[in-house]
């Protein structure tokens, strides 16, 4: 066999021979199975692969899988490795040699002193919802050690699903539209990303956003086309060369995940999308302090329509004194930050936030993708049928966290996916969003 020859050439030991013949085996065999829950045909995504190739991947998940203490297995199929907290992948980032790992921040944003009517309101049980998401891999009964993180192991196969190594666990985001306004959002048509979303006025000075967001498992027509809802931190010009992005939220992602489960994420970028940054761990950068969540796992419960809806709360925040960007994960749960190193524009302060849907149209045979957003279903639908965030707030300079008031909306095709704000007592600011994509009136 090919690989044979190359490794010998190479010198590599024979046990290492055995294991890369096992892996072209796995990985044919994996790359080619039918996704029989989604339906979705990975086949086309089998590639030619030639042992150089399989090394090269092989060498990079050495790289990011580190070390486990202990492993758990999850029902739906995920490793999650337990890391030494010091071994995460974090810490092979240039910038962060000598970086120390924070065990908190130096304080949570306040809660502003409520007028007495949100008072009420905050109090009395948020009527139909049945309670927060927790994560699929709980269900095996092991926790990670004391003093270890939960990693969710990348496989061969989930690289190979990417376009190539380079883009393995990026967002891609196309090319930049000339005609966009700068004073509206990032919302790039012509690239194939739709969105149904909410957003701050521009020149705000903000250090964070919070939302809680309902959680469902909207179909995905494509393997490369994903459907997310998340909350993104936005610093610098949106059509400059270095926008920094800090993101986090849900998404169904056939392709960085080989399934069509909602996983938790985050995402992060300094240079609008381009070389630095990627989701979860998959690169060096976010800090995980938590060893109870796993970023890039799967979320459950999910909402059903008509029936129990649940959701997740997530809260970004700078560290007033500190500088890094941390994520709070439903009530007072820290996950961990991302360094103040990493940032240019944010290492000051975010001059955007945005809340909503996003998903890649590529209009496979010409038609408008029937992928879903949100629930599938259309803003109007309401309660229990529609995807909803609640409760948005931004925090200000003082670390005070308070409902935002100002937004704006924006669906780039409202026949396709759309949205609606409101405001109540209950759930502060919030909107229903989302929408089947393919329908008669989105051909
Ligand atoms: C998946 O796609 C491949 C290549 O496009 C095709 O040959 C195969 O029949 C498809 N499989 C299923 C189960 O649809
Ligand atoms: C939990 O994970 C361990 C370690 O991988 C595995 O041996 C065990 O079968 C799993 N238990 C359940 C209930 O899934």
Not at 65 to 92: F, W
Not at 425 to 439: K, L
């Amino acid at each position: 066999m090919a690989c044979h020859i190359v490794a010998k050439k190479r010198g590599v030991p024979s046990h290492l021979l055995l294991h890369l013949h096992l892996l072209v085996l796995l990985s044919f065999l994996l790359v080619a199975k039918f996704d029989v829950v989604s339906g979705l045909n990975y086949t086309k995504y089998n590639k030619q692969l030639s042992s150089l190739r399989l090394e090269r991947i092989q060498k990079h998940l050495e790289k990011i899988n580190k070390p486990a203490l202990m492993t758990i297995e999850s029902p739906d199929g995920d490793i999650i490795d337990c890391v030494h907290k010091r071994k995460q992948p974090a810490l092979d980032h240039p910038l962060l040699k000598s970086h120390k790992i924070q065990r908190a921040p130096s304080e949570m944003p306040k809660v502003k002193m409520l007028k007495p009517d949100e008072a009420r309101g905050s109090r009395s049980n948020e009527a139909g919802v049945k309670g927060s998401a927790w994560q699929m891999w709980h269900r095996n009964g092991t926790r990670c050690p004391k003093g270890t993180v939960p990693i969710r192991r990348s496989s061969m196969q989930d690289v190979l699903r990417a376009k190539s190594l380079f883009d393995f666990g990026k967002k891609q985001h196309g090319f930049i539209n000339p005609t966009r306004r700068t004073d509206a959002p990032d919302v790039v048509s012509g690239n194939g990303h739709e969105h149904a979303i909410a957003y701050t006025g521009t020149s705000q000075e903000v250090y964070g956003a919070k939302a809680t967001i309902s959680v469902w498992d909207p179909s995905i027509q494509e393997v490369n086309e994903f459907s997310l809802s998340q909350i993104w931190i936005l610093s610098g010009a949106f059509d400059g060369t270095d926008l920094n992005s800090i993101e986090a939220g849900w998404q169904v992602s056939p392709e960085l995940y080989g399934d069509s489960r909602p996983r938790l994420f985050t995402y992060w970028t300094t240079d609008s999308y381009q070389a630095t940054g990627c989701y979860n761990l998959l690169c060096a950068g976010f800090v995980q302090t938590n060893s109870r969540i796993a970023i890039g796992a799967a979320i459950s419960p999910v909402s059903q329509y008509g029936a129990n809806q649940y959701d997740i709360t997530i809260l970004i925040w700078k560290d007033p004194k500190i500088g890094n960007w941390w994520m709070g994960f439903g009530d007072n749960t820290l996950v961990g930050y991302w360094p103040a190193e990493l940032f240019t524009h944010l290492a000051d302060h975010a001059t955007m936030v945005e809340w909503g849907g996003e998903v890649v149209n590529s209009r496979a045979n010409g038609k408008h993708t029937s992928t879903q957003m949100g629930s599938g279903h259309f803003a109007e639908n309401g309660f229990g049928k529609s995807s909803y965030f609640r409760n948005l707030e931004v925090v200000d300079a003082d670390n005070s966290l308070s409902s935002v008031h100002d937004i704006s909306t924006l669906a780039e095709n409202t026949n396709c996916y759309n949205i609606k704000s409101s405001y109540s007592t209950e759930w502060g600011t919030y909107f229903y969003y989302g929408g089947p994509g393919n329908n008669p009136r989105c051909p």
